[in-house]
């Protein structure tokens, strides 16, 4: 039987981001995945520079081999509606494919890797669990994302979800990449007249990245047919008949979910953490990787959830975003006047600009995320109850 301080149950980017906070700590991380890397991964794919901060990773280290488009602002309209150029003459985003970053993020995270291991059963021990039967471990991380066998043992059901989505990611033809009008430096995102959801158009070189995700389950497959006609009819965009799938996620605060028991904690889509305003989930999904790994360091071996308390305190104040009077008193107009107002706003370049990208998609006034200067305080010595790597 393998046995190890920590076993993480996923390895996308908040399992891979966890062990990598815990790669000097003297902890014996092990983490398992049912899948074999490189694998797809649905996703709109672009992240901020505070993501690579974080996780100690220079843009020049990454790009040779791999996709890394830089963005340097967005293109914002609702459907059929004039477009607002968003131009912020500099680097603000990248564009990422998710199946190699997810694999850079993985190798290097320092951790034991199980590939095409799927998670079968768990168990409590008198000091922690067993896992599939063959694995001994002192604490479990659910990094399993929307659907994760160990937020279901939490005792959190498949309760609708906030935002569902459909998407494709596809290489053009030659033909179609010389002629095609979407820039890669400018994503292209289109708001549903309802503004319960938004479409994008993002381009990464030659790969083409459409999607449209709403809140509200319903007519999904309609609202993305409709779409796709807009993106033909509008901008020229070809998007294949097949390959558009769907996937589902929760958004912060919009579900009640235990992430948190004795010797057991939640991260990422598992816990529901994916920005209520853009529904973004790379960054928190890295970030409650990171956090989790901090608050473990800090239980001092001690799993129970009281110490592990820590983890949900901070990733709520790091998730938590204040409303201002505005949005605040938006919640009690009627529904039909917020569509009217919200479709006028998106057209003005100030609205788009200081509200919708620097607020809600690039939360600008949030700082670095970094627990650096705490690792080496934190580190684990290996005694006879820890395992060292």
Known sequence: MDSCDVLIVGGGPAGSSCAWGLRQSG?????????????????????????????EIGPESYAPGRVLQPITGFRLSCIDEPQVDIDYGRTISYGILRSEFDEYLLRRCGAHLREGVPFDSIERTGDGWIVNGDIQARLVVGAGGHFCPVSRFLGNKASAPSVVAREIEFEMPAAQAASCSIAGELPELYFCRDLRGYGWCFRKQDVLT??????????????????????????????PGKGILGHAYWLFGHSERAILDDAILLIGDAAGLAYPESGEGIRPAIESGLIAAHSILSAHGDYSAARLELYRELLNDRLRQKRN???????????????????????????????VCDRWFLRVDERPLAFAEQRSALSIQPSANVVSS
């Not at 949005?327 to 600009?353: A, D």
């Open 27 to 55: 902890l014996d991380t092990l983490l398992i995945d049912r899948s074999t890397f490189p694998r797809n991964k649905l996703c709109g794919g672009w992240i901020t520079p505070l993501v690579l901060e974080a996780l």
């Open 210 to 239: 459409v999607g449209i995700g709403r809140m509200d389950n319903h007519g999904l497959s309609q609202h993305c047919d409709e779409f796709l006609r807009f993106l033909k009819r509008s901008r020229n965009v070809e998007v």
């Open 325 to 355: 009077a505005l949005e605040s008193l938006g919640r009690f107009i009627p529904q039909s006047v917020r569509e009217i107002c919200g479709r006028s706003l998106l057209r003005s370049h100030s609205f788009c600009r200081n509200i």
